[in-house]
Structure formats: C-alpha cells, structure tokens
C-alpha cells in the first residue's frame, strides 16, 4: 500500500512544526545549559545570541519585558542556565529557545570574568596609587551615585545630617543592578563631571550577590571612575565584597555608611576643636597684652621719658660743640686750600708768557693767525701784529 505524500508550502510546514513544538509540554517551560556566543544587546532591549556546548548550537532570544530584569550583563564566552520555552521562527524556518530569565552556570563564571578585567586593568596600571586623587576634608558638595531608594542612600543620608549637615547632597539615582545599570552609573559619574556638580561623589550601593553587584564589575563604570576628575569613594556591599569599582576608585569603603563617615567630618568634633583653639587664642592674646603693657610700663618709668627735657638738653649741647668743632675744622681746611691755591698761582704766574713779555719780550702773530717763530715764517707784503707787555703793535714785513 502506497502512503500518501502530502504537498505543503514552506509556509505552511513552518507553522505545523511550531505548532508541534508548542504543544510539547517538556519544551514550553525548560532549562538550557550552555555557553553563550554571538551576544548582541540590541538598542530596542532585546536580547539576541546563540547557546552551545561542545556538541551542537541554538539560537537565544530574550524579549526586553525579559531583559530589563536581569541582574547581570551576560558575556559571551560565559556558561550559563537560561530558562524559557523552545518555539520556531516560522520565517526563517528557525527554531530557538525564547529566553524569559539567565543565570551564570554558578559562580565561577562570573569570578573568572571578574579576575579576567582585574588583570586587565591592573596591567593599564588603573589601580595605581599615582592615580589616586585625596578626598577633601570639608565638602561643601557630596554626590551620591545609587538607588533612589536604596537603604544605601538612607545610610547616607543620616549620617551626613548627623555629622557633617551643612552639606549638600547631589542625588543622581540610578539602577545598581541589571543590564542597564552598568551604563547608568557611567552617565552618572560622566554628568556629575560634566557639570562640576560636587567636590567629591560616593558610588556604590548596599549589598547582595556577586550577580546583584556585577555593574560595579563592568568596565564600562571602571573607565568612568579612572577618567573621573572629581575624587570617587566606592561603596558597593558589605565589609567583605570587594568589585572593580572599589580598586580603580580614589578611596573605598567598606559599606556606605561608612563612605558617609568618609567623607563627612564630624560636626560635633569640629566645633569642639574650634572651641578649643579658640580658648587657646584667647589665653595667648591675653598674655601678649599682658607683656606689652608690661614693657609700655617700663619705656614710660624709663629715664628717657621721666626726664626728656635733661636728655634734651644734652643733646642739645652735645650738638652745639660738635657744630662748633665743624666750623673750626670748615675754617682750617679753607685757610689750608687758599694757600695751596696762592702756592699754584704763583707757579702758573712764573710760567705765563705774559710774564716773559714784561721782561721786554714780544710775541710776533700774523694778523690771519698763527706765531711767527722763524724767519722761514715771515712773509712780504702781509700784515702782522707784535703783542708786547703792555698792548699789542701792527706792522707789515717789505
């Protein structure tokens, strides 16, 4: 007996195989281990990348009503558990497993990704202390980077009022867990920034899983803590959790409370100290004032004041006598330089031509210039004059 062959269209095929495979109980509510590749996290939420073992492979999607719920950013290369139901593309003639949760097949997935970054951005030397901005000491402006209403930012909050409340708090809530989270915390400390919005910023949120705090692990946030101009104190857990926000951060803490306490001075201890140096001050200044008026009472009794018209007086004389003592010596030194002066004018006298002329010399000059010392200088027919002791002559040689 001959079977039948039914004729389908692809169309048709596709929608008999997924209503096949929906009607299977097994595989509308199942669980897939496997490890994740082609990851791409699409800019409409979804979630698109295929799951695969040694042995085969099968294509993921995970719808952004799924997505926004996840508690970490998945990786490719990670081993993990994705729950959800097997059903077929019916155009592409695909089927694949629609993911509605993931979870790291246990925790040594995400440790490794974790020591995997670490290594990384300790060779960039991203946790060098070089790098490493101080905390100020009196903030006028803290940011908190957290949960809107997180028991971290209440933690905060309290302390702050308690210890340090003139203060102001820059709030900018973000989500500290998720797939998205890791980019908010990012903008966050890149707007904060952007805007000189404070002088120093708390990151950080309370405690939970290593998946509840992988956004603090993602490198994203790491590179906006590094580049972050404003000092950054990382405050994601308890005591005991460490992330990679806390090795690149300037300062870290274990807890937000006490990133609180970190940053905040405490009032009450600063105005006991302020009260201190001011009774300090106080006693210094009054001792001071002691001294002075102690040594303005002695230059008062002193001799000089006591009896200033005696010292005056004294002065007084002493002046006249060395005025008088000026006047002498003025008197000598002028006597001594006129006789000096007679002695050289006698000399320059001795040594005047005028004075070789009254012995009955006579000096003969050209009335055009020049002396007449020679009879190779005389010539005929010119003008001359003879200056004598008592005038001068004209005459003219023939």
Not at 186 to 215: P, Q, T
Not at 277 to 297: P, Q, W, Y
Request: hydrophobic content about 40%; overall charge neutral.
């Amino acid at each position: 007996m001959n079977k039948e062959i039914l004729t389908v269209s692809v169309s048709q095929l596709n929608n008999y195989i997924k209503r096949v495979i929906d009607a299977n109980s097994y595989l509308s509510d199942i669980k897939v281990c496997g490890e994740l590749s082609n990851f791409k996290f699409h800019s409409s939420g979804h979630i698109y990348a295929s799951l695969k073992d040694e042995g085969g492979v099968i294509k993921l999607v995970m719808f952004r009503s799924f997505a926004q719920y996840l508690k970490f950013r998945p990786e490719d290369g990670m081993k993990v558990i994705v729950r959800g139901r097997i059903s077929v593309y019916e155009q592409g003639g695909i089927y694949q497993i629609y993911a509605e949760s993931i979870e790291p097949d246990g925790e040594g997935t995400l440790y490794a990704a974790f020591e995997k970054l670490k290594e990384k951005l300790a060779e960039l030397g991203m946790f060098d202390e070089i790098h490493k901005k101080p905390i100020p000491h009196y903030p006028a402006r803290i940011g908190v980077v957290t949960a809107q209403g997180g028991a971290a930012l209440q933690d905060i909050l309290n302390i702050t009022r308690r210890r340090y409340p003139i203060a102001e708090i820059v709030l900018f809530p973000v989500s500290v867990q998720g797939v998205s989270a890791a980019g908010e915390i990012a903008s966050a400390i890149k707007h904060l920034n952007n805007n000189h919005a404070c002088d120093v910023m708390i990151v950080g949120r309370g405690g939970g899983s290593i998946e509840d705090l992988w956004a603090f692990n993602e490198e994203i946030v790491a590179n906006a803590i590094f580049d972050s101009s404003i000092p950054v104190i990382s405050a994601v857990g308890h005591e005991t959790d460490f992330t990679i926000a806390d090795f690149v951060a300037d300062l870290r803490a274990p807890t937000p409370s006490a990133a609180a306490e970190l940053v905040c001075p405490d009032s009450a201890k600063l105005q006991e100290t302020l009260a201190n140096t001011k009774s300090k001050l106080t006693a210094l200044l009054k001792n001071n004032l002691e001294l002075k008026k102690a040594e303005l009472v002695k230059i008062t009794n002193s001799y000089v004041f006591t009896r200033f018209s005696d010292v005056l007086n004294t002065h007084r004389q002493s002046t006249d006598l060395l005025l008088s003592d000026a006047v002498i010596a003025f008197k000598e030194i002028v006597s001594t330089k006129r006789t000096q002066l007679a002695k050289n004018a006698a000399k320059l006298d001795a040594l005047s031509p005028l004075k070789v002329l009254s012995r009955g010399y006579s000096i003969a000059e050209y009335s055009s210039g020049g002396v007449i010392s020679s009879v190779n200088d005389v010539k005929f027919d010119e003008e001359f004059t003879l200056r004598l002791s008592d005038g001068t002559a004209r005459g003219k040689f023939f």
